[in-house]
């Protein structure tokens, strides 16, 4: 990443604190760990995109079979984490208007929590506190083509 889209992405992050300082009722430590559950949803599937174009790559070819399915297993061995359907980024930024974004993103969550025990009971559960456009423009924000395979702690140090 250049310097350059640093300093946008820093901006558009910006953005999204006056807007949650500006547009709700809820107090910075309200609000501060579903926002880091966010990041972690965008992280976790730039790693899930990165890990899966990887694996497939590596799988072999039968020529009759083809390759076969990629598994959650494939993922631990790339040392990402598998995300259920529901729980993909561009699943949830692609919801259209109406839903209940806030529902969608406790159980994208939930079914996380699912599929590794260690996280659960660890993840924000509490997106219904947002009121939903706050929290559709909240994933707007994330939603820039700027995180897009971004890896690692690009964004973090800026919160």
Same mark, same amino acid.
Request: proline share 4%; aromatic share 10%; hydrophobic share 40%.
């Given at each position: 990443?250049? !310097? $350059?889209?640093?300093?946008?992405? $820093?901006?558009?992050? +910006?953005?999204?604190?006056?807007?949650?300082? &500006?547009?709700?009722?809820?107090?910075?430590?309200?609000?501060?760990?579903? *926002?880091?559950?966010?990041?972690?949803?965008?992280?976790?599937?730039?790693?899930?995109?990165? &890990?899966?174009?990887?694996?497939?790559? &590596?799988?072999?070819?039968?020529?009759?079979? !083809?390759?076969?399915?990629?598994?959650?297993?494939?993922?631990? @061995?790339?040392?990402?984490?598998?995300?259920?359907?529901?729980?993909? +980024?561009?699943y949830i930024?692609?919801?259209?208007e109406g839903?209940?974004?806030?529902?969608?993103?406790? @159980?994208?969550?939930?079914?996380? @929590?699912? $599929?590794? $025990? *260690?996280?659960? !009971?660890?993840?924000?559960?509490?997106?219904?506190?947002?009121?939903?456009?706050?929290?559709?423009?909240?994933?707007?924000?994330?939603?820039? @083509?700027?995180?897009?395979?971004?890896?690692?702690?690009?964004?973090?140090?800026?919160?």
């Amino acid at each position: 990443m250049t !310097g $350059e889209q640093l300093r946008q992405l $820093e901006t558009k992050l +910006w953005t999204a604190a006056d807007q949650l300082r &500006a547009n709700s009722k809820l107090t910075a430590s309200e609000y501060s760990f579903p *926002v880091l559950g966010l990041i972690f949803l965008r992280h976790a599937f730039n790693r899930y995109k990165n &890990a899966e174009a990887q694996i497939v790559e &590596a799988l072999p070819v039968h020529p009759q079979r !083809g390759r076969r399915a990629v598994t959650k297993d494939d993922f631990l @061995e790339a040392k990402s984490i598998f995300l259920p359907d529901n729980a993909k +980024w561009d699943y949830i930024a692609e919801l259209p208007e109406g839903e209940d974004i806030g529902e969608v993103i406790d @159980e994208a969550m939930r079914s996380i @929590e699912r $599929e590794y $025990e *260690v996280l659960q !009971g660890v993840l924000p559960k509490n997106y219904s506190i947002f009121e939903k456009q706050l929290l559709q423009k909240l994933v707007r924000i994330f939603n820039t @083509e700027m995180l897009d395979g971004v890896t690692g702690d690009v964004f973090l140090p800026h919160l």
